[in-house]
């Protein structure tokens, strides 16, 4: 029945002189999500709309459930086109239009018509009341609220008439791409991915980084680590996943430094290898997904000692969140289920039964002395020997 | 090199097989049950498949059921057994170590208010028929034991069992998993009071997807899966012509050379035993008292529990050498809690998760065997250096 969608934006709206990158940048992404989906869409912008077009046949269910996922839509809204031919026909159709959309129409209602087409011969206001009387006389039960009413009838009249009520949500946030890019530090459990799709949804494209440890982390500890890459990709479009052989390197603080400090020194190191590759890329921050005091290396003081060692900024969305909030988004996204499953990541295998929560940034600085032989040898092989997996 | 020691996971398909199934698929694909001649020449097929099982078990064609495997001939025996047999009784007898496949169906028949006694093991894995015979009452309509045990390879007393049941009660029906154990030992159900027996086609070099349920001609069983009236109403769905081909091919050609197999599956078994022991602070587990070599058990699974090291690293870390093995069974391995067969034998907690299962094949090679070693002995110390302090 509908052959179109209304995207509505949100704070694209407000941008100034440079609105229409913001423009063109969601008209971009609608393109791509789109590009999976069955059937054929033109997407067009017009009067600070987006209107996105079937031509022929098309799974409207599909192209919804992608459009929900494009940043920067605040709401979409499927649109019935009709000819004009008189106005007795457009009572006609939009009395079949609440027919089919409204199979309950004990419901309150309001018709808004609008003119881009001043030639129309009748006003619009005139349009509302008689509207109104169709719709009345062919649905007794419903009533007319000017206020608050159920279902608002949006009519507009262009060269065509479009028809519309129904707003359904859209993520909301600003396009991807139009703020950048930043480096994802991206581990396989549940913050991670969550922390990858908040700062996304702000427009910014991800690149992530993955630290892996064979034979202490298996290769379908990588694999799902793919997985949770794809599905945030499904939101943010395609990510790059640097994949990081770190097993030497751990190996190497493991034997040199007091295990106690193991988790923070190791996250030094790979903050700090992130942060290389993040430059390389042209990314202009990194994204963790701690949470303060979480566990023992996201206690404040670990906090700090993890965030001497970059100069870029490094994003931590979930920083106030409990849990239990994180898993609530990571269910919403769709990456709770996959996070879950039992593969060891890096982080975990050598950690001591009582790591450090206080560590001192100066002692932590002195015992990486230990490391001074061969460390930088190792971070160099770990970066050249890094390979690169595009996930879409 | 890639050593592929996992054969209780699952197999290499014998070429031979995978050339009769090839030819079946694309050449004589028809439906057993259709009229025409395609037809006609399919079901030769499945006749050939009836005809070697009943030969290498020594019974009749029509007690051979195929099934979709080993799961669904144990869920069949013991589901379609309780059911049948519903007014004699409403007690099951099983052991603590089996198969998930007969655990798990198992706490299906006591959801639906079905009796069931789990026997414990002793530190071997092995059943006691004391108990057994303790556990059995008026009511109990089957035991269930498995042959061969799938993480440690012991031997269950089947025979024995099997005479003690049929001793105390004849009506008690008895099935045997012999998923581990057939083709590795030879089992005539007739002669070892086995009323029911499951096989499955991919633990010897078959393919995936098929298995047996040998159901003796005197027991009464339901159907536990209805439809189109296939194999005698017992197993509805379309004959898996190649599968069953493929199956009963695999199953000849590895009766062919039997006993030299198992034979030199034994020397192998032996000789990696041998190896394992030249390392500290390993634990072989399974084997019997006074049998270092590994008589009385499984000619080709040895569980091993390095202490220090978690299976899942040294799993990985051989894999990095082409060697594949599995952290304690196939179908445990993916769930975190630790076995449950380990555990009843009483394998102590810290080796719990430090336990691996080699199983070997008839393509092993004594090569093979030595290249593992020298793998083993390289990584282990220096797994052992890198563990978790606490």
């Given at each position: ?114 003119r881009a087409r001043k030639d ?12 109104g009387e169709a719709v009345l ?67 910014v494209k991800l690149d992530a ?184 | ?390």
């Amino acid at each position: 029945m509908f052959t179109a969608f209304l995207i509505k934006y949100a704070e694209i709206g407000i941008k100034g002189k440079n609105r229409y990158l913001f423009e063109d940048a969601l008209v971009h992404q609608i393109r791509n999500a789109l590009k999976k989906c069955e059937g054929e869409f033109s997407i067009h912008k017009s009067q600070g709309r987006i209107h996105v077009e079937a031509a022929g046949e098309f799974d409207a269910e599909e192209t919804v459930e992608r459009l929900k996922k494009v940043f920067g839509i605040s709401g979409i809204c499927p649109v019935v086109y009709a000819e004009d031919e008189g106005f007795g026909k457009l009572c006609d159709t939009v009395v079949g239009y609440i027919g089919r959309v409204y199979p309950d129409r004990n419901k309150t209602f309001k018709v808004h018509a609008r003119r881009a087409r001043k030639d129309y011969p009748k006003e619009s206001m005139e349009i509302n009341a008689d509207l109104g009387e169709a719709v009345l006389r062919a649905y007794p039960e419903m009533s007319v609220d000017v206020h608050e009413p159920d279902i608002l009838l949006n009519i507009e009249i262009r060269d065509k008439i479009y028809i519309y009520s129904e707003t359904i949500p859209g993520p909301g946030g600003m396009p991807v791409g139009t703020g950048g890019k930043a480096m994802l530090l991206l581990s396989g459990g549940i913050d991670s991915p969550v922390a990858g799709y908040m700062i996304a949804k702000r427009g910014v494209k991800l690149d992530a980084v993955y630290f892996h440890a064979p034979p202490y982390t298996s290769d379908r500890a990588k694999a799902k680590v793919v997985d949770l890459a794809r599905i945030v990709a499904g939101y943010t479009g395609p990510i790059w996943l640097h994949v990081i052989n770190f097993t030497d390197i751990q190996l190497y603080i493991y034997e040199k430094c007091p295990h106690e400090e193991l988790t923070i020194i190791m996250r030094r190191y790979m903050m700090r290898i992130a942060e290389h590759i993040a430059e390389e890329t042209g990314c202009l921050g990194l994204i963790t997904g701690e949470s303060i005091g979480q566990v023992a290396s996201q206690t404040m003081s670990s906090l700090a000692a993890t965030n001497e060692v970059c100069t870029l900024p490094v994003y931590r969305p979930l920083i106030g969140f409990d849990k239990k909030e994180i898993v609530e988004v990571s269910e919403k996204i769709g990456t709770f289920e996959t996070s879950i499953l039992p593969y060891e990541d890096c982080c975990t295998i050598f950690v001591a039964k009582h790591p450090v929560t206080k560590p001192n940034v100066k002692v932590i600085r002195r015992h990486e002395r230990n490391l001074e032989e061969k460390i930088e040898e190792l971070v160099k092989t770990a970066l050249e020997t890094k390979e690169l997996i595009v996930v879409e | 090199m890639e050593v592929y020691l996992d054969n209780s996971a699952t197999t290499r398909v014998f070429p031979e097989v995978a050339e009769l199934m090839t030819k079946i698929m694309c050449g004589d694909y028809g439906n057993p049950s259709s009229l025409h001649r395609k037809g006609m020449e399919a079901e030769q097929y499945l006749r050939y498949g009836r005809e070697t099982f009943a030969r290498l078990l020594k019974v009749n064609e029509k007690e051979i059921l195929f099934t979709s495997g080993g799961t669904e001939s144990d869920n069949m025996a013991l589901v379609g057994c309780a059911a049948a047999n519903r007014r004699r009784g409403n007690h099951l007898i099983t052991t603590g170590i089996e198969h998930p496949a007969v655990l798990n169906t198992m706490r299906y028949l006591e959801s639906l208010g079905y009796m069931v006694t789990y026997l414990s093991v002793d530190s071997c894995g092995r059943i006691s028929l004391e108990e057994l015979q303790r556990a059995m009452t008026p009511g109990t309509v089957l035991v269930s034991v498995m042959h061969t045990n799938n993480e440690i390879g012991a031997l269950e007393p089947v025979e024995e069992a099997g005479a003690l049941v049929k001793r105390m009660n004849p009506n008690t029906l008895f099935h045997v998993d012999a998923v581990q154990g057939f083709g590795k030992a030879k089992i005539y159900p007739k002669r070892m009071g086995i009323d029911l027996l499951s096989a499955s086609g991919h633990k010897i070099h078959g393919p995936k997807g098929v298995g047996l349920l040998y159901v003796g001609e005197k027991v009464k069983i339901q159907p536990i899966i209805h439809g189109g009236g296939q194999q005698m109403n017992l197993r509805s769905g379309t004959d898996n012509v190649p599968g069953i081909a493929g199956f009963a091919k695999a199953a000849e050609l590895l009766y062919e050379h039997y006993d030299d197999d198992v034979r030199r599956l034994y020397g192998l078994k032996r000789r990696f035993l041998e190896g394992v022991r030249k390392l500290e602070g390993v634990k072989i587990n399974g084997l019997l008292p006074g049998r270092p070599e590994g008589e009385g058990t499984a000619p080709h699974i040895v569980s091993v529990s390095v202490a220090g090291v978690r299976s899942e690293v040294l799993l990985h870390a051989l894999e990095e050498d082409g060697i594949y093995v599995s952290a304690g069974s196939a179908c445990a391995a993916r769930k975190p809690q630790p076995s449950v067969t380990l555990k009843a034998i009483g394998v102590e907690k810290p080796l719990l998760d430090s336990t691996i299962r080699f199983s070997f094949s008839v393509y092993t090679t004594e090569e093979e065997i030595d290249y593992t070693l020298r793998a083993m002995y390289g990584k282990i110390p220096i797994l052992r250096k890198y563990t978790r302090r606490s």
